[in-house]
């Protein structure tokens, strides 16, 4: 009885050290080729397919596509992270705004970076008490 079938395989390409939005952190990640090999005994023989290419965070396990290493996406979110670093710090957001003018951003940019941060760090202190309302409220 001839058995035979596909199974998908992951190759590291090669490594490196990135900023992963997901832990908002610089993190080392392994750039992998995913593809579809053809099974002969439960062997892979030869690739079949090309399925994609991912960027692996090699703390959180999030993959990303490949443009997630492209330098303006990385800037973006040191910048990103930067500023939330300075505001959940207690740096005011007029300190903040003139460290962000002076890494090269815009008055407008800088003030469109502050406003989504603060955004944010109202979500997550919110969803942080949520729980406790839920409680005093049963």
Do not use: N, W
Not at 15 to 33: I, N, T
Not at 61 to 66: E, G, K, N, Q, S
């Amino acid at each position: 009885m001839l058995t035979t079938g596909s199974t998908r395989r992951e190759k590291v390409i090669a490594q490196g050290q990135f900023f992963c939005p997901q832990c908002h952190a610089l993190r080392l990640y392994k750039h992998k080729r995913i593809s579809e090999y053809f099974l002969l005994y439960l062997f892979p023989l030869f690739e079949t397919q090309k399925l994609g290419e991912v960027a692996e965070c090699q703390v959180c396990r999030t993959r990303f596509d490949m443009t997630i290493l492209e330098p303006k996406h990385q800037v973006l979110f040191k910048v990103i992270a930067s500023a939330r670093y300075d505001l959940s710090h207690g740096i005011s957001p007029e300190e903040t705004k003139s460290r962000l003018v002076a890494m090269g951003l815009g008055d407008d940019v800088a003030d469109m970076v502050i406003q989504m941060v603060q955004q944010f760090l109202v979500v997550v202190a919110f969803f942080s008490v949520y729980p406790l309302f839920q409680l005093l409220a049963s």
